[in-house]
């Protein structure tokens, strides 16, 4: 039994495991894969104060620095279900392997993934030219080409940032015209180095090996193929929040991430959460981190007041 079970051990996970454990109460984690997102990439430039790190060097110090306390580490365990506290007040955590583990609180941070293209060369060049996030690695393509794929809000808002950094975007929409709000296409079309193609599937990432050289699309209408010639891919076609486990229980906002308040409470008492699996918007590590600490700090603030006589 434990005070505070975290539940996902990427950067809002652990965050939330050493804030809980520095107030002297049992805390756990159990976490599909200690680490989370931050396995998947390499640079990392803007986690502040550390100007240059590497996604598995900073995933082993966040292993590091919960393991430097008395925390209960279960990694390699997917959760699968979450009852709610009945009268004995304790939540229950179900897991893939049978067992159950029951707590007083529970911070669920399962994190989020991207969706995919799904196309050939999209695995092979990941962290090579293929990108998933402009506020991470926009930088690295200073004055290259790149190619934004999906013109939701998330794929044009990333190309206007892209376009103030690269020397040219094309944006490639698969529907006939964009879906983004009126306003950021108007600011995108204003823009001197976007072109937006519509209409284009996109069906291979082209590369030399080592790096990203280009992408083919077919032209949805007359069904021919085109090549472009660039650097980067950017993949703006979805962030997936890993919740699928707690529909029904925990209130989800339509895309699926838990509905928090400003202490990172959930819909659910006693249950908290944070970072790419929430409502909080922008999905970065210094925020993931950050709402991970809040969310600590507000079951331990919940504990001292169910506790009082
Ligand atoms: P995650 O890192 O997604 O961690 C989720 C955790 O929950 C994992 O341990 C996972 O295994 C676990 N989990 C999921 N489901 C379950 C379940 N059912 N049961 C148990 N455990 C579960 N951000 C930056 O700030 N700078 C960057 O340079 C940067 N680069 C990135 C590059 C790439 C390729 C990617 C994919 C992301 C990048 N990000 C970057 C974003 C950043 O990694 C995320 O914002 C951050 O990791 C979110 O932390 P989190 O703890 O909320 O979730």
């Known amino acids: 039994m434990f005070d505070v079970l975290v539940v996902g051990g990427g950067p809002a996970g652990a965050a939330a495991a050493v804030y809980a454990a520095r107030k002297g109460i049992r805390t756990g984690v159990a976490a599909e894969r200690f680490g989370g997102q931050v396995l998947d990439t390499m640079a990392i430039e803007n986690f502040i104060s550390v100007p240059h790190t590497e996604g598995p060097k900073l995933a082993a110090a966040l292993e590091q620095h919960v393991r430097e306390y008395d925390v209960d580490v279960m990694n390699l365990q997917r959760a699968t279900a979450l009852v709610p506290a009945g009268a004995d007040g304790l939540v229950e955590i179900r897991l893939a392997n049978g067992a159950s583990l029951k707590s007083k609180t529970v911070v669920l941070s399962t994190g989020a993934r991207w969706r995919q293209m799904g196309v050939p060369g999209e695995n092979e060049y990941r962290n090579k030219g293929v990108a998933y996030c402009p506020h991470c690695d926009g930088p690295l393509f200073k004055g290259k080409r790149v190619a934004v794929i999906g013109g939701g809000n998330s794929g044009v808002e990333a190309a ?19 879906r983004a709000d009126e306003v950021l296409q108007r ?5 001197p180095n976007v072109r937006i193609v519509t209409s284009a599937q996109t069906t291979e990432v082209l590369g030399d090996g ?23 891919v950017f993949v703006q076609i979805g962030l997936l929040p890993n919740t699928e486990w707690l529909k029904g229980t925990v209130e989800l906002s339509p895309r699926g991430e838990i509905v928090v308040d400003d202490r990172g409470q959930t819909s659910v008492p006693g249950v908290f959460a944070a970072g790419d699996c929430t409502t909080v918007p922008y999905k970065q590590i ?8 809040k969310a600590a700090l507000a079951a331990f603030d ?8």
């Open 160 to 178: 206007i940032d892209l376009a103030g950094i690269v020397a040219h975007v094309t944006l490639v929409e698969f529907d006939a015209k964009l």
């Open 286 to 293: 210094v925020i993931a981190m950050g709402e991970g600490s």
């Open 187 to 191: 600011k995108l079309r204003s823009l």
């Open 210 to 232: 080592h790096k990203v050289t280009g992408l083919v699309y077919t032209d949805r209408v007359g069904h021919d193929a085109h090549r472009l010639e660039l650097e980067g």
């Open 302 to 309: 919940h504990l001292i007041r169910a506790s009082a006589p």
